[in-house]
């Protein structure tokens, strides 16, 4: 097991100083192994979220086509061929507190905007379908050089999705309005991403 | 393109009586081309619903877990070996009216009770987390051999499931009892399982 700092980077346990020094690795330095990846970031809160029974939230199974299938004798069903298929809806969804949650998690390398692209069309229209029959639905925004997460509601990254085949054409959402619109969300140890309490105030503001 | 009867059998055009008797397969006999598989009418359903803006409902994609992948160029990646999971969820979930629903379909060819084999601990478990969040949470039950839809609520799944554990050791819900708890949903063309009628009868009496 891996012991992390609350900022992600790994405690390393010092050895004997008259040992010989470890050469440090140049896969240790890369970006990857920084921090846990946002899905795995995700993942762990939600599964806190379950245990310690606040919110009954679940990442959808990846969308798989399956084409061949081979059924051997006393064992398990084996897929031979099968092929991603692109989701129909976003990739987390379930309750809290009675209400419907939905969202899709994001990220991207640049240091100044979070481009359009990282979303679908569909995903925009099934985020939009479930705002209008009442859901609570964001995204969580991932900067990985800048190391920064934020929550945008649904209808805010409407606006500039909308935008793009409108009248700025800009194709991606500038940080400084995330900024603005957004929460941004400081990584803790459990929950990783405390995105709740943003939702509490929303509920608040709801009822 | 089969045209049916709204119980589901399907409508033959009689030809030309002065012609050759066709004879009737074995196979258009058989049990599956009697009307359409119970998934595909929940299917049929939700998209039913979601093509008419009443719920935002969809099944989840089957889980998998992806042991190989290859990547051949110019082409879609390709699994070359996967297994089936068991889904940790049930099947399908949304929004209806800002509520969160969540549901399992399951059948049988018994003709006088349910047997709970069909689901599993984790299934109950997660539906018991979802109810106890607020979500309406129920199983839409299909007795294959005599065309029979229930709605069940899963507080009312949940008393025979735990009993089975305890005195009653009955490990099959008696279909009397679902007649008398559940509601019976009948086929119609569009949408073949219409279930929101129920929903809306138990939000009324939450509000």
Known sequence: MVIRYPN???YHIHSDKTGPK??????????????????DEINQSIKYYRQ???????????????????YPK??????????FRRASTT????????????????????????????????QIDHMKECV?????????LYF????????????????????QFKESKKKSIPLSEIEKMGVEIHIEISPRLPFLPIIDKIIQNKD
């Open 52 to 70: 310690t029974n606040q919110a009954i939230l679940h990442k959808k199974p990846t969308p798989v086509q399956i084409v061949n299938v081979d």
């Open 144 to 163: 990985s050089r800048l190391q920064k997460h934020y929550y945008l509601a649904a209808k805010d990254l409407f606006i500039f999705w909308d935008n």
């Open 132 to 140: 209008e029959h009442g859901g609570i639905v964001f995204v969580l």
């Open 91 to 122: 990739d987390y969804n379930g309750v809290y507190k009675g209400y419907y949650i939905d969202f899709e998690a994001k990220e991207t390398r640049n240091k100044t905007s979070f481009p359009l692209k990282n979303f679908h069309q569909h």
């Open 74 to 83: 006393r064992s398990a069903a084996k897929i031979t061929e099968a092929y």
């Open 8 to 10: 992600g980077q790994p």
């Open 22 to 39: 470890k050469q440090v690795s140049k896969k240790s330095l890369t970006h990857k192994n920084r921090g846990m990846r946002l899905e």
